[in-house]
């Protein structure tokens, strides 16, 4: 059966994690456990107006969620991503807070 919370979890487990379902599992639960951090990371930059900061982490989460098989949430560290490279204020004034709310979100839910 797919993982709890897992979008695709099967196909996730079978093209990352070779079919090993505990790999998958160890990794999601890193994941979660960092994504509070990743959250105040983007906060400290977006206060600091620190554009290569939040590319970074844009460019690092857009892998780790679709390594996760969050692909809808992996598009949107895309746009982050993309916004802190032409340092887009007005996008990223928009953009991060909501972003920040999820990764908060589902770090509680993992809890």
């Not at 979890?9 to 505990?22: I, K, Q």
């Amino acid at each position: 059966p797919a993982a709890a919370g897992a979008p695709q979890a099967d196909d996730v487990v079978a093209r990352h994690f070779g079919g090993d379902r505990e790999l998958f599992l160890a990794y999601r639960a890193s994941c979660d456990a960092q994504f509070a951090l990743d959250a105040a990371t983007g906060d400290a930059a977006l206060a600091a107006r620190d554009a290569p900061a939040l590319r970074r982490l844009g460019h690092s989460l857009k892998s780790v969620l679709e390594t996760l098989g969050e692909d809808p949430a992996s598009a949107r560290a895309r746009q982050l991503e993309a916004a802190a490279r032409v340092a887009d204020w007005p996008a990223l004034d928009v953009q991060w807070p909501g972003f920040a709310s999820w990764l908060r979100a589902r770090a509680t839910a993992a809890g």
